[in-house]
């Protein structure tokens, strides 16, 4: 399985401002994905990031509230920008290993005041 | 529109018991399933798996069952132990190799008593 590794790995901001999550790979991957996961709920899927093309949204989700960048296959970042209350959650970044299964990295526990 | 459930909360078990999770599924078209077991202040740890061709997976202490005319599968873990008290995430998939998408349950608590 891959190794992944997210930074911050929380942090407390005030409302207004704008975070940026990175996620790191140890190997070469074409899909990353960014989940959510808010308080007592589910995990969500925010967005595809492929190399080398525009970030796929789901439902719900715009680029301009979470900006992500894929500069190559083994990085990713995703903003939380103009931050609300709402949007203390738990952000994970995934990728796909052998056959159909999906890895996790350790989260950002994100609180915003 | 939640295509993939987990009824129970949470479960309390005794050590070396079977714990049984349950998660049901509406849509048809999911063909891969995936459990994973989530500790606070953690990233999901994938745990087991399976494809809509099988009816049973097992791996070591886990078997996944799915039950594909009833929309239901189940993670059995024979002897439960404490280090297995975590939320655990039932997930399914549309179009395997395709968009990679997961859709989450809500999560079980299972809680193993010494």
């Known amino acids: 399985s891959a190794v992944i590794s997210q930074k911050p790995s929380r942090d407390i901001c005030q409302r207004g401002t704008s975070l940026t999550i990175q996620c790191q790979v140890d190997s070469q991957v074409t899909m990353m994905f960014w989940y959510r996961q808010q308080p007592g709920q589910s995990l969500t899927l925010i967005a595809t990031?492929?190399?080398?093309?525009?970030?796929?949204?789901e439902s719900g989700f715009v680029i301009d509230k979470f900006p992500i960048s894929r500069p190559n296959l083994t990085f990713s970042t995703l903003t939380v920008s103009n931050m609300s209350p709402e949007d203390s959650s738990i952000y994970l970044c995934?990728?796909?290993?052998?056959?159909?299964?999906?890895?996790f990295g350790p989260g950002t526990r994100l609180t915003v005041l | 529109d939640q295509q993939v459930k987990q009824n129970s909360p949470s479960l309390s078990v005794q050590e070396g018991r079977i714990s049984i999770l349950n998660c049901d599924y509406t849509n048809s078209m999911f063909d891969y399933f995936l459990w994973y077991k989530k500790y606070p202040a953690e990233g999901p740890t994938f745990l087991i798996s399976i494809s809509s061709i099988k009816d049973k997976n097992e791996d070591g202490r886990f078997t996944v069952f799915l039950n594909k005319s009833a929309k239901h599968l189940s993670l059995h873990i024979v002897p439960s132990q404490p280090g297995d008290s975590a939320v655990y995430f039932c997930a399914a998939k549309l179009f395997s190799g395709n968009t990679g998408k997961l859709i989450f349950g809500q999560g079980t608590t299972l809680q193993v008593k010494p």
């Open positions: 990031a492929n190399q080398g093309s525009e970030a796929t949204y």
């Open positions: 995934s990728v796909t290993g052998i056959g159909d299964t999906q890895y």
